[in-house]
């Protein structure tokens, strides 16, 4: 993996502002947090930070201001959610650059943190301008990166910053890093790809890195019946690109020429209506649908097949569930081969590293999140790094 510094690299960093970019954006209801594993993720970096007696000053986005102040996306909004998440309070700066930042920085005690307001509240950031960056920089000594999730954007905060100071990845950065690099940089073969969700245009680009990279393919979800249909399957009423089948024979076929195995389910769960158990629910062989009929699921035995994939493998990475998981008992393709997944990991046979935004809820449901080498909570970034595609904010750490 190419090197980029952690926090291990850091010297006597006592006194010393540290610039930290973290996930803060979290979701609100009735003006507190929902869930805050975001600011878990970040809690060890920032700790880390302030047991050094580093001045550590929190950089984030909250929200989608479009680069003006709006009295609804401060950060202050989060100030008491991170102190309880961090144990210790913090010092709400309503600026991220100038006098009044310096201001505060006079103020806060070695080992003090400092939560500045929405980066996204100035123009600069989203536009990645030098001089905001610059001017952000001038009140730091060092810069540290813990927001993967974000690092697929070049802004400010986000890159340029990285480019000014010395920069250095935090340990949710390093971690995610280190588990990317260990499922598709530098993966121990056989390596299997999971790809499901509804639709294949959303995950093109994704289906195309993973057939060079990848020995098996294992399609499900929506997406797997636009490739049944590919094949000449007559899929029903099931959801289907009907219009990309072109499109899926053409990723079957540079399969066939990477040495990829692309495996698609031959039973599958069927209904007449999409609810929760319904009357017409039945299980069948792809040939089998009927024209009135969804496939929701994958089956049973395409499920055991998949597993036994599983089994002659050394790594996965799985990016969308395999059927409509939502509603029972449409999560059951995925559930038992996520449990598979989970052992297989257990038993140290398996790297596993997941991640999605249903993926992760799958997971969660099946629970089995815990189980798995990791779980990447990063959304766009993790799609991104599944597309092959460089990251700003991690290419801008490599320096
Ligand atoms: P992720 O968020 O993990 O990237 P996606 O958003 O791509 O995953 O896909 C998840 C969605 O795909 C879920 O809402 C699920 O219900 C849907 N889905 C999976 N299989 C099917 C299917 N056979 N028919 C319709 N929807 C499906
Ligand atoms: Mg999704």
Redesign the pocket.
């Known amino acids: 993996m190419t090197s980029f510094k952690t926090l291990d690299d850091l010297g006597d960093v006592a006194g010393k502002v540290a610039l930290v970019r973290v996930d803060l954006n979290l979701p609100m209801q009735d003006g507190s947090a929902t869930d805050v594993t975001r600011v878990e993720a970040a809690k060890p970096t920032i700790l880390e930070l302030t047991e050094k007696g580093a001045k550590v000053l929190l950089l984030a986005h909250f929200g989608r201001p479009k680069g003006q102040r709006s009295s609804t996306m401060s950060t202050s909004f989060v100030q008491g959610d991170v102190e309880k998440v961090l144990g210790k309070e913090i010092m709400f700066i309503p600026e991220v650059m100038g006098p009044v930042v310096e201001q505060s920085i006079g103020i806060l005690d070695n080992g003090d943190i400092g939560l500045l307001d929405n980066v996204r509240f100035w123009p600069g950031e989203e536009a990645n301008d030098p001089d905001f960056a610059k001017g952000i920089a001038e009140n730091g000594d060092f810069y540290v990166n813990d927001a993967f999730s974000a690092a697929h954007r070049a802004h400010a905060s986000t890159e340029g910053l990285a480019h000014l100071l010395p920069a250095y990845a935090g340990r949710a950065m390093e971690a995610e890093l280190k588990a990317l690099d260990a499922a598709l940089g530098n993966p121990e073969p056989p390596v299997a790809a999971v790809v499901?969700?509804?639709?294949v245009s959303?995950?093109l680009a994704v289906l195309e890195n993973l057939v060079g990279r990848v020995q098996h393919l294992i399609i499900?979800?929506?997406m797997?019946?636009t490739f049944l249909a590919a094949r000449g399957v007559d899929v029903g009423k099931?959801?289907c690109e009907h219009d990309l089948t072109d499109t899926a024979n053409r990723i079957m076929d540079q399969a066939d020429h990477a040495g990829c195995t692309v495996h698609l389910p031959y039973d599958v769960v069927v209904a007449k209506e999409f609810a929760a158990n319904p009357p017409s629910l039945r299980t069948c062989n792809v040939h089998e649908v009927g024209s009135e009929e969804?496939?929701?699921?994958i089956g049973p035995q395409a499920v055991e097949a998949l597993a036994d994939v599983l089994k002659t493998c050394r790594t996965l990475v799985w990016?969308?569930?395999?059927?409509?998981?939502?509603?029972s008992p449409?999560d059951e393709a995925t559930v038992t081969l996520a449990k598979t997944a989970a052992a297989l990991t257990q038993d140290g046979s398996l790297v596993s590293v997941a991640?999605?935004?249903?993926?992760?809820a799958?997971l969660n449901q099946a629970d089995v999140a815990g189980d798995f080498t990791y779980v990447s909570t990063a959304g766009g970034a993790f799609?991104e790094w599944m597309e092959g595609k460089p990251l700003p904010g991690v290419e801008a750490l490599k320096g």
């Open positions: 499901g969700g509804a639709k959303t995950k499900g979800g929506g797997a019946n099931s959801l969804m496939i929701l699921d990016n969308g569930p395999l059927g409509a998981f939502e509603t449409f991640g999605g935004g249903d993926t992760v799958a799609l």
